[in-house]
């Protein structure tokens, strides 16, 4: 097993191994000696998997152990399925001294953490990730939300766990499709780090590396938290192929999953960056070779009004500007504060391959 330290305005760990599931209840005690009741927030395919195991596990170290299980997708992280969380916990009288357990992919993950921030101004909350995406990227770090019908992630806040558990185990069960789905933001480190690890994903199959990864990944995001909590500066870089991700997303209903949409993202910034002289041929090309070889796309059917309208409503764009993340080399990404306006032209010449 793998431990990472995460020194945020919480310190935490990060625990990366196998079969760790049978053990979550010890390790959640661990940090959580007088708390009686657990409550599990996880979605219907998830609860079906793991549910019992986990439950079983609390429940061997005392935890009283209740289940808000919600439909899967994208679609259901929203403020309707939020309420009901809370409400939830109210009427089970889950107090401030008990704990929240985030149970499966990002989605789980994000309502679990803003339920858990917001439920009697914040209790203590424990990530459990199911998915790749999930460990390498969105259990770490505290973010938390849910969608507005305007756009991703528009209503949450910052909210730290107690502690992070991934299971590397669980990826067994992933269809290929959301195993690739998570290889999209391992890419994106690869992108921003470069070096060994963006040639080790050239050269080895995500599945032969899969705990190495997810602790690459992880140690890379610890390091961006660290130094920027609250996404202010450096943390910002790991919105690559976010911008144009999210509108991609949005224009779909939330039918094009999270990791499709950032993969046509970078590809796009990439392909924008070479067309205006900033990064060298090789850049796009190497980036969407890669994405290529985890079946992943590299454009979008949607236009760039389509998009840049979409983008407008971004929680990035702050007084009429956006920061963009921008790839000058394999390993060497930039913030860039462009205006609003500027982002379509960004947008359009990305989209021409």
């Avoid at 991934?166 to 690739?180: A, G, I, N, Q």
Wanted: charged share 20%; net charge negative; with cysteine.
């Amino acid at each position: 097993m793998t431990e990472i330290t995460i020194s945020a305005s919480r310190t935490y760990s990060v625990r990366i191994g196998t079969n760790l599931l049978e053990q979550c209840g010890e390790a959640v005690r661990s940090i959580s000696e007088k708390a009686q009741k657990a409550a599990i927030i996880t979605d219907d395919i998830v609860h079906e998997l793991y549910g019992r195991r986990v439950e079983e596990s609390l429940r061997r170290v005392g935890f009283q152990t209740f289940s808000f299980v919600f439909p899967h997708g994208e679609e259901q992280k929203n403020l309707d399925t939020y309420a009901a969380a809370q409400n939830f916990l109210a009427e089970h009288r889950v107090s401030r001294g008990d704990i929240i357990i985030a149970l499966g992919g990002g989605v789980s993950g994000d309502l679990a953490g803003f339920t858990a921030a917001t439920y009697m101004r914040g209790i203590p909350y424990v990530q459990i990730p199911t998915t790749v995406l999930a460990a390498v990227d969105s259990s770490v770090g505290g973010k938390t939300a849910v969608n507005l019908n305007r756009g991703k992630n528009l209503c949450g806040c910052f909210y730290q766990p107690e502690l992070v558990l991934c299971d590397c185990s669980t990826f067994s069960t992933l269809p290929p499709e959301v195993f690739r789905d998570g290889c999209a933001e391992v890419i994106k480190y690869g992108v921003l780090g470069g070096g060994e690890f963006f040639a080790g994903l050239e050269q080895t199959p995500a599945e032969e590396q899969i705990e190495g990864m997810v602790a690459h990944c992880v140690s890379m995001k610890g390091d961006l938290v660290c130094k920027d909590e609250f996404d202010r500066g450096y943390r910002q870089l790991l919105n690559l192929g976010h911008t144009v991700g999210h509108a991609i997303e949005v224009c779909s209903d939330f039918q094009i999953s999270h990791g499709k949409a950032v993969a046509a993202g970078m590809a796009i910034m990439a392909r924008s960056a070479r067309k205006q002289g900033i990064c060298d041929p090789e850049v796009p090309e190497r980036i969407a070779a890669l994405l290529k070889k985890y079946s992943l796309p590299c454009e979008t059917a949607f236009s760039a009004e389509e998009l840049y309208q979409a983008a407008c409503a971004d929680k990035k764009i702050t007084g009429g500007t956006v920061c963009i993340v921008v790839p000058e080399a394999i390993g060497k990404c930039v913030l860039k504060t462009i205006k609003t306006e500027e982002l379509f032209d960004w947008i359009s010449m990305g989209l021409c391959v």
